[in-house]
C-alpha cells in the first residue's frame, strides 16, 4: 500500500468517526436539539484554532521548564492548563454572543447542563481529531509506520473511551458554564466557569500524569527520567509493567466519568420534563394544546414512535406540521420558565403562541 492511500484511509476514518460522534452527541438533548452547522463550527475551532494555539503554548510552557522535568512531567503540566484554555475560547465567545442575542437572529441558546456537554465534546472531538493525526506523523516518523498506525488505533480505536478523553475534558467546562448561565447570581455565574475549568484541568492532568507520578513514587525521579529516555537497564520490564498498571486506573477512571456524565444527563433531561408539564398546564387550561398532547410533549420516545407511525402511512405533511407545534410547544415551555426567571421576554412568549396558532390552521386545512 502506498503512503499516499494510506494517509487517504487514516483521514478518512478519523473524519467518518468524528462525524459519528457529533451525530451521536447531538442527541444527548432531545427536547433542545443543537444545529449541525453550530456543533461542526465547534468542532472545526477544536481541531485547528485550539490545536495551534495549543502547539504554541505547550512549546513556550515547556521550554520554561527544567529539561529533566519537561521530559517526565511535560505533558502533565503544560497541556492541561494550555490546552483547555486554547477549547474552553469557542465556548466562552459562544456563551456571550448566545446571552447578548437572548434566542433571536436564529442564535440558540446556550443554557444547561446538556449544552455544555454538547458543545464541550463537539470543540474535544475537533481536537482530538487533530493531535491524534500528529501524533501518528510522530510516531511514524519515529518507530516506523506500523508501530506508529499501532499507536494511533490504541488513541482512536472507534468506540473506545480513548478518542473521547478531550470531548470529556472539554464537557466538563462546558457544564460549568451551562450551570453558569443558569444561575442567577453573578458570583455564582463566576464560580461555575472557573469550577468547570478546573475540573477539566483536574481531569487532563490526571490522564496524562498519573502514569509518570506512579513511577516516581515506586522508582525514583532519575530512573524515570532514564526509563523516559528509552534507558533503564534492566529495571525496565519492572516499569514497564507499573506504567501498564497505572493506565488500567486511567481506563477505570474513564468508565466512571462517562457514568457521571450519563448520571448528570439523565438529571437534566429529568428536569426539563417537569419544567414542559408544569409551563404547559396553563397553555391546556387556556386550550392551546389538549390533555393528550401535555402528557405526551414531555415523553420524547412516545413522540418519536407516533411521528413514525405517521411517516409509515404516508402521511408526511400532517408528520411535518405536528412535529413543528410540538417543538414550538417544547419552546415555548422553556421560554415561559425563562420568563419566570428574568432572562427572557413576555413577548418572547406570544411570538411562540402566534406561530403555534398558525401551524395549527395549517394542520386544520390540510386535515
Known amino acids: 500500500m502506498s503512503l499516499t492511500v494510506f494517509a487517504s484511509l487514516i483521514i478518512t476514518y478519523a473524519v467518518v468517526q468524528t462525524v459519528v460522534f457529533l451525530l451521536l452527541i447531538r442527541f444527548i438533548d432531545p427536547y433542545e436539539r443543537e444545529p449541525v452547522s453550530l456543533l461542526a463550527v465547534m468542532a472545526l475551532w477544536g481541531a485547528i484554532g485550539a490545536t495551534s494555539l495549543s502547539a504554541l503554548g505547550n512549546q513556550l510552557i515547556r521550554g520554561w521548564l ?27 465567545i459562544f456563551v456571550i454572543v448566545s446571552v447578548r442575542a437572548r434566542g433571536r437572529f436564529g442564535m440558540p441558546r446556550f443554557e444547561g447542563i446538556t449544552d ?10 475537533g481536537f482530538a481529531f487533530t493531535e491524534d493525526i500528529l501524533y501518528l506523523l510522530i510516531g511514524a516518523s519515529r518507530l516506523g509506520l506500523e508501530e506508529g498506525f499501532v499507536g494511533y488505533l490504541a488513541r482512536r480505536d472507534f468506540f473506545g473511551l480513548g478518542m473521547l478523553h478531550h470531548a470529556i475534558y472539554s464537557a466538563a467546562f462546558g457544564v460549568g ?29 490526571f490522564n496524562n500524569g498519573w502514569v509518570q507520578v506512579t513511577l516516581v513514587r515506586r522508582f525514583g525521579f532519575d530512573k524515570v527520567l532514564a526509563y523516559s529516555q528509552g534507558r533503564g537497564g534492566r529495571a525496565r520490564s519492572e516499569m514497564a509493567e507499573t506504567a501498564r498498571s497505572a493506565s488500567n486506573v486511567i ?50 420516545w412516545q413522540r418519536t414512535i407516533w411521528y413514525w407511525q405517521l411517516i409509515r402511512t404516508g402521511q408526511w405533511e400532517r408528520w411535518r406540521l405536528l412535529r413543528r407545534i410540538h417543538n414550538e410547544l417544547v419552546n415555548l415551555a422553556f421560554t415561559k420558565h425563562r420568563i419566570a426567571r428574568g432572562t427572557a421576554a413576555r413577548a418572547d412568549a406570544e411570538q411562540h403562541r402566534r406561530v403555534i396558532d398558525r401551524l395549527k390552521a395549517q394542520k386544520a386545512a390540510f386535515i
Not at 527544567?66 to 466562552?92: C, M, N, Q, Y
Not at 466557569?193 to 478546573?198: D, H, P, S
Not at 477512571?253 to 429529568?270: C, E, Q, Y
Request: hydrophobic letters at 60%.
Open 251 to 300: 481506563d477505570l477512571a474513564d468508565l466512571v466519568l462517562v457514568v457521571v456524565f450519563v448520571g448528570l444527563i439523565a438529571l437534566w433531561l429529568r428536569y426539563q420534563r417537569r419544567v414542559i408539564r408544569e409551563e404547559l398546564e396553563e397553555e391546556a387550561g387556556a386550550g392551546l394544546i389538549s390533555r393528550t398532547e401535555l402528557l405526551l410533549l414531555p415523553k420524547y
Open 116 to 125: 455544555g456537554i454538547v458543545y464541550g465534546a463537539a470543540v474535544g472531538l
Open 177 to 205: 458554564l451551562g450551570l453558569a448561565t443558569w444561575s442567577l447570581k453573578r458570583g455564582a455565574k463566576v464560580a461555575f466557569g472557573v469550577a468547570g475549568m478546573i475540573v477539566a484541568m483536574a481531569l487532563h492532568a
Open 66 to 92: 527544567p529539561t529533566d522535568v519537561a521530559i517526565v512531567f511535560g505533558r502533565a503540566l503544560s497541556a492541561p492548563v494550555v490546552e483547555e484554555l486554547a477549547k474552553g475560547i469557542a465556548l466562552i
